[in-house]
């Protein structure tokens, strides 16, 4: 209660200095239109994919580097999903890419374009079945915690992807991840 009363009373006397008439309010930096920043970008999460009508539920890890800039985020992304079949089918998923992103706040939209490579474990036979692909994982991602270049995400994914063995097979399924991003001033 007393914490709450001296926050509100430091945050009233700060509002009357800044509407007094010889008080400048401080002002925040400018961003510039030409000012990007490094960025990395971290997440785990869960996934949920269907393979031939196949559910496949697994674990999801991202990583991606590139750069923020006033309109538009760009990174290369590198991905690793490992999970099994209903029938017990271990599954390995890699993939690496690019991701262009919009930002809206705290809001984001993005697009990820990949290429990937799909391994499924035999049970009975050593052999597995794989397969190359390529891909798009479309995603909304909103910022939790921020602070100045560290931020602390929720994000959702729908990925389609579409495998060439023998002949063409289409994949999809949503992913549901927590993430960290740290961005610096470049110069």
Do not use: C
């Amino acid at each position: 209660m007393r914490a709450s009363l001296a926050i509100a009373v430091l945050l009233a006397s700060a509002r009357a200095a800044a509407d007094e008439p010889g008080v400048p309010a401080p002002a925040a930096a400018p961003v510039a239109r030409d000012e990007s920043r490094f960025s990395l970008k971290v997440a785990l999460g869960g996934d949920y994919r269907s393979l031939y009508g196949v559910p496949i539920y697994g674990g999801d890890s991202h990583v991606a580097i590139g750069v923020e800039m006033a309109l538009f985020s760009v990174y290369g992304t590198a991905g690793f999903t490992i999970g099994k079949t209903q029938y017990g089918l271990t599954t390995t998923l890699y993939d690496i890419g690019g991701s262009v992103e919009r930002r809206f706040g705290r809001f984001a939209l993005g697009l990820p374009f990949r290429s990937s490579y799909l391994r499924i474990a035999g049970v009975t036979n050593p052999d597995a079945l794989d397969s190359l692909g390529v891909g798009i994982a479309p995603f909304a991602s909103f910022d939790l915690i921020a602070t100045e270049g560290h931020v602390l995400f929720l994000a959702a994914s729908m990925n389609l992807d579409e495998y060439l063995v023998g002949s063409a097979v289409f994949a999809w399924g949503p992913t549901l991840s927590i993430g960290y991003r740290e961005s610096d001033i470049g110069r």
